[in-house]
């Protein structure tokens, strides 16, 4: 599995017209579900994602996390994260789990974020998605599990 996490002062997903998840300030946290996951790879990156100090003290320094800050999570499922792009001009999915497939985890994921009492909103899978999102920071970092 693959995350691009993101700092965020708002962010929004739009589908089909409709607002399908937003959140205020928080992380916006775009997954990418590869061949080779199972769900003990999304433990592992909730965990990872619901601890990471990216959100500042009074000096500025990361010291805060999600849980410490009682921020939510925008969950946007990406399989374009999976793609390899170092051959060529096109880039290549196939470490991407089939769509089928990784539409059945991913709520595996966003209930492994739920259970570490997150609050989590979400884009909708599979679909066309408008994204939103004011970075604060910018923070962004890419984590793999």
């Not at 408008?130 to 793999?144: K, R």
């Amino acid at each position: 599995m693959k995350a691009l996490v993101t700092r965020v002062s708002r962010a929004k997903v739009t589908a089909n017209g409709k607002v399908t998840g937003q959140i205020a300030a928080g992380m916006a946290v775009f997954a990418g579900i590869e061949k080779t996951d199972i769900n003990a790879n999304f433990s592992t990156m909730a965990a990872k994602i619901a601890n990471l100090r990216i959100f500042e003290d009074e000096n500025g320094k990361f010291n805060y996390s999600l849980l410490d800050k009682n921020y939510p999570v925008l969950c946007i499922s990406n399989f374009t994260l999976c793609a390899d792009a170092r051959k060529g001009r096109r880039p290549s999915f196939e470490g991407a789990m089939d769509k089928a497939a990784a539409e059945r985890l991913f709520p595996d994921f966003v209930n492994a974020l739920r259970s570490l009492g997150l609050k989590v909103e979400t884009g909708s899978f599979g679909d066309h998605m408008d994204v939103e999102v004011d970075m604060h920071g910018p923070v962004n970092i890419i984590l793999e599990a």
